[in-house]
């Protein structure tokens, strides 16, 4: 076998170690569970390797859009942040999964630090990426994934027992991948860890999780003016706050028609675990009236929330509804006073 351990958080020995310790974990049966599909399960892994003392390890784990896990440096730990996160893996398991997935990562970082430099990429400081997970669909077999990512850049990916080059990683890609595929037992290795164990583990986690993965928060939703854009134009903002699950459909419209100039921000994160979201709009100020804010979520059952934009009164309108009842009402006392 080749011994140039290129990207060797998935290629050695000591690496599927760290995937085999990790998914072996979850070896649970699937339970029925109604989530809307697909559902994606990641484990997220960076690896910063500065020089042959100095390796940084970043790590999370997702279900879909919610972090159900995150690395710790200080411990070189998973840690848990749902009391659900664990499924229904006993402690004993979590510990002893922990601690091989520890000490396998030393071993890969230290097979990168000896061999890296005499193998496909450059000795100076460098960063790779790996995922690993499944989606899973009702009634439909499970899809398993692994990709792997250098400098930020799609790499190589595992799909149906082998590996194959990103279109953009060049030739780099396509060795890494000829070696890659010389381990034979490792891909089955990986095969049955992403189409197998991993799925398993997914539905013990929306069976143990569920009131939280379904939680269904109503957003909060209301309109403002932004900075001016221009002369004669306005910046309407559509702000939707407090929503969960993270999926929201937002437009503005006048009437059935939506308004193509529409413009998405992030959603963000609260700290209670919904989101927050805002839609802008740059418009003639003598187009505005009409336009309407269209909200859709699965917490509303099935209804739009509608907000319509109303045009601020001016200060001089606002002066004469306030003054001109208040002058009537003194003009009335002095014409009772003089007649009593």
């Not at 000795?123 to 499944?134: E, L, S």
């Not at 269209?294 to 059952?301: F, N, T, Y």
């Amino acid at each position: 076998m080749f011994q140039c351990p290129v990207v060797s958080l998935v290629a050695t020995g000591s690496s599927l170690g760290i995937m085999v310790g990790w998914w072996l974990l979850i070896l649970l049966d699937r339970q029925s569970w109604d989530f809307q599909e697909p559902i994606y399960f990641r484990v997220i892994r960076t690896s910063f390797l500065y020089n042959r003392s100095w390796t940084q390890n970043l790590g999370s784990v997702w279900l879909d859009e919610l972090q159900t896990h995150a690395w710790d440096n200080k411990t070189h730990t998973f840690t848990f942040l749902w009391p659900w996160s664990q499924g229904n893996l006993s402690n004993e398991e979590v510990v002893t999964g922990e601690n091989l997935f520890y000490s396998n990562t030393i071993l890969v970082n230290q097979d990168f630090r000896e061999h890296v430099s005499k193998c496909l990429f450059s000795p100076d400081p460098f960063q790779v990426q790996m995922v690993i997970g499944c989606e899973l669909h009702v009634g439909k077999p499970s899809v398993g994934f692994m990709r792997i990512a250098y400098q930020g850049s799609d790499l190589i990916s595992f799909w149906n027992m082998s590996w194959w080059p990103s279109p953009k990683g060049g030739s780099r890609a396509q060795q890494v991948c000829r070696l890659f595929n010389q381990y034979h037992e490792d891909n089955e290795l990986i095969q049955t860890l992403i189409i197998d164990y991993c799925p398993r583990y997914l539905s013990s986690l929306l069976d143990v999780g569920k009131a939280d993965l379904q939680r269904q928060v109503r957003p909060e939703a209301w309109l403002s003016a932004g900075p001016s854009p221009g002369s004669g134009r306005l910046l309407l903002v559509c702000h939707i706050s407090g929503f969960h699950p993270k999926p929201v459909w937002v437009m503005w419209m006048r009437g059935e028609q939506e308004q193509r100039g529409t413009q998405r921000g992030d959603v963000l994160p609260h700290a209670d675990g919904t989101w927050y979201l805002q839609m802008s709009l740059d418009v003639k100020a003598t187009e505005a009236a009409g336009l309407s804010c269209r909200v859709r979520h699965s917490s509303l059952g099935g209804q739009d929330m509608v907000l319509y934009w109303e045009q601020p009164r001016s200060m001089g309108l606002v002066f004469l509804a306030v003054i001109v009842p208040l002058v009537l009402l003194a003009g009335l006392a002095l014409w009772l006073w003089k007649r009593w």
